[in-house]
């Protein structure tokens, strides 16, 4: 019997190859109709015999292309309408949009050896692609993903492009992104002034000459700009971190395939899957001794960033120079990564002195992501390229909310239709550059979704510039203390319901009593959070200068413990003036905001054990702290009292410094690391509460989560981490707008 019936499919079936792939079912099951897109999905229609169709249901849900995944499917019967073949229709626009976008896809092997072989005819064209890689996100102007609705629009295929788009068995068959050397995107080579050096193949030679001179190369990758620069090459190295103002923050690297990254670190099995997946992130991966790596590109750290190649560009690039080289975020310290060629020839002209470009708008920022892994789970760090905007799937039913996240690594979320989207990371929001993308990219989240939020969550703290943001908005807001929406985001992406108990160690965050917050054991049910435990606060004095030296915090400890006696204890290099003032601060108890942050915790005990005082970036002292633990295998831990609500960490500050005359700084570090973890366990049981979440910037710690998580699950706790969500400030937003569902 002949039939005839209509498919509505929702999920991720655009720019994956969806529409090719029913197309070559149809025809294997001898069915005739069509296919196209839709704002909200793909609409199929199938006519023939209905027991071939409905093997054709079988297999369309069972053989699905790599990426595509079927959210939602509906089947309705139609009456028969004699199609004479299978087509696939051009897309149509309903008023509902939410197909999601993909994100970009890190070259395919099949295209990788396309670009590597002579005899085809995409050989060294560095922008090669096919239905299941390419750039997606990144180019995309509006939904349906049709060529037309991307920057690859004003690319008119050739006539051999054309007839590989409309050949139904060949790779690229509706691939969106096809384009060759003789119809697409062409690269060339400038100086820093914007000249014409170079075109094609011969400006891909000069900028492998460049980088072989030393020189710093500003490439236009798929989501932004990138620095690159010989990473064997100390001088080259150097250069770049000072004009980039940059001296001491670990630089990635990229290197051409798994094997090179091999030579520089050891490698274990997840992080080899994180590193060759679609999404190609950055992997801190754990470094080998010997390396010609230059000592610059991440001065005393145990871990290294390494990515892989991940667009044809990059294969090339790599193959030809035939080294790893430095690949860091194209942009001036704290400003969003650029992705406009005028934009960047403004920007980047004092620190690049070429620039490697093509012709294709970049339409979104995407960074290069950062993932770890951490007690055998990767945990994503930085989500951006190759993650965004993937949406986070929720069990909770969300009403249409905005949250506007923190002010460090801001990140924005909405749900819109009961779907979660968590923005790509965007950066801190102090300077203006940041501000005005923050506006850009809501604006294109609303437009994407056709997204009118009911109400806006944001963090409690008043001068975070998100917050001001949602307080001049016109619809109903909430303020969502920055600690609860960190244990809220840990519990949305692991669909754990309340009640919880949520151990945040964090930085810093606005708490309810006005101090400042951080180390915090909060219960949290249906109805918001107690503040079940805490740190004892102490002074931080001076403030946010503070934060840049841990050894502040340190005599902060100090000062609670012994008075003014603190400051025979120890030197920490403050100079006689600088004495005299922060002893005036410490006793009179002026500028010095109390803070109960393990974050700050971490700074000290690095300061006390004199591995760091003075941050040179971000997380460095804490950094050095973890590296410094991971080599001690002791299980001993440090006295610790718990008073009420308030852990007092006097006892093992007290019993550190005794500690350090005679045992190796490793020990210590090792040993305060268990004590947080005997810490946890010890709260844990007075909660009594079966699920618990960890959360908070310190949980990029993987000596402080694998302590934490095995002390509590052999005393039968269910541990949560954190995979798809960063641990810090950028998941903050998914919290806020977890909170809109109780
Ligand atoms: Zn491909
Ligand atoms: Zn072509
Ligand atoms: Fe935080």
Known sequence: ??????????????????????????????????????????????????????????????????????????????????????????????????????????????????????????????????????????????QPYDRENTSMAKF???????????????????????????????????????????????????????????????????????????????????????????????????????????????????????????????????????????????????????MLAYSPLHHLLLHDFNSPIVATSGNRSNEPICIDNTQALEKLADIADYFLVHNRAILRPLDDSIAREINGKMTVFRRARGFAPLPIKINAIMPNTLAVGGQMKNTIAISHNNQTILSQHLGDLDSEATRKQFEKILADLQKSYAFEPLRVMHDLHPDYVSSQFAANLNIEKHAVQHHYAHA?????????????????????????????????????????????????????????????????????????????????????DFSQTEKTILKIALTKNLNCPKTSSVGRLFDAVASLLEICHVNQYEGHAAMLLESCAAKSKTNDFYTFEIKEKIIDWKPMIEQLLTDKKSQLTNYCAAKFHNTLAKISLEIAQRANQKNIVLSGGCFQNAQLTTKIFVELTAANFSVYTHQNVPPNDGGLALGQLFAASF
């Open 488 to 572: 809220l985001s840990c519990m949305a992406e692991n669909n754990v319901l309340p009640p919880a108990l949520g151990i945040v160690f964090d930085g810093s965050g606005f708490g309810l009593d006005g101090t400042i917050w951080g180390g915090e054991f909060l219960l949290i049910d249906e109805k918001g959070f107690e503040r079940f435990a805490y740190f004892h606060p102490f002074p931080l004095v001076g403030g946010s200068k503070a934060i840049q030296e841990p050894r502040r915090a340190a005599l902060g400890l100090l000062f609670c413990c012994y008075g003014e006696v603190a400051f025979e204890k120890m030197d920490f």
């Open 156 to 306: 008119i295929l050739c006539l051999d492009c054309e007839s590989e788009y409309r050949t139904i068995d060949n790779r690229r068959f509706h691939a969106q992104t096809i384009a060759c050397p003789t119809c697409g995107v062409q690269l060339s080579f400038l100086d820093n002034f914007g000249n014409f050096i170079a075109e094609k193949e011969d400006a891909l030679e000069s900028a492998v000459k460049a980088l072989k001179a030393g020189k710093i190369i500003a490439l236009k990758g798929i989501g932004g700009y990138q620095l690159v620069v010989d990473a064997t090459n100390e001088t080259a190295v150097q250069r770049l971190r000072e004009r980039k103002k940059r001296p001491m923050k670990p630089f990635a690297l990229m290197v051409k395939n798994l094997a090179a990254a091999h030579l520089l670190c050891d490698i274990r099995e997840l992080e080899q899957s994180a590193l060759t997946s679609s999404a190609a992130p950055i992997v801190l991966l754990k470094r080998r001794e010997f390396s010609d790596i230059a000592k610059s590109v991440a001065p005393q750290q145990s871990l290294l960033g390494v």
């Open 1 to 142: 019997m002949f039939v005839h019936s209509q498919i509505e499919i929702q999920g991720f079936v655009q720019g994956v190859g969806f529409r090719p792939f029913v197309a070559r079912l149809a025809t294997r099951f001898l069915q005739n109709g069509g296919i196209k897109n839709t704002s909200t999905g793909v609409l199929i229609s199938v006519e023939g015999l209905q027991i071939q169709q409905q093997e054709f249901f079988d297999a369309l849900q069972n053989e699905l292309p790599p990426f595509a995944e079927i959210h939602y499917l509906k089947i309705t019967s139609e009456p028969l309408q004699n199609f004479n073949q299978f087509e696939i229709s051009p897309s149509v626009s309903n008023s509902r949009t939410f197909a999601f976008s993909l994100p970009d896809i890190a070259t395919c092997p099949e295209c990788v050896e396309d670009i590597f072989n002579p005899k085809s005819r995409y050989f060294r064209y560095p922008f090669t692609s096919c239905c299941s890689c390419g750039a997606r996100y990144s180019i995309a102007t509006r």
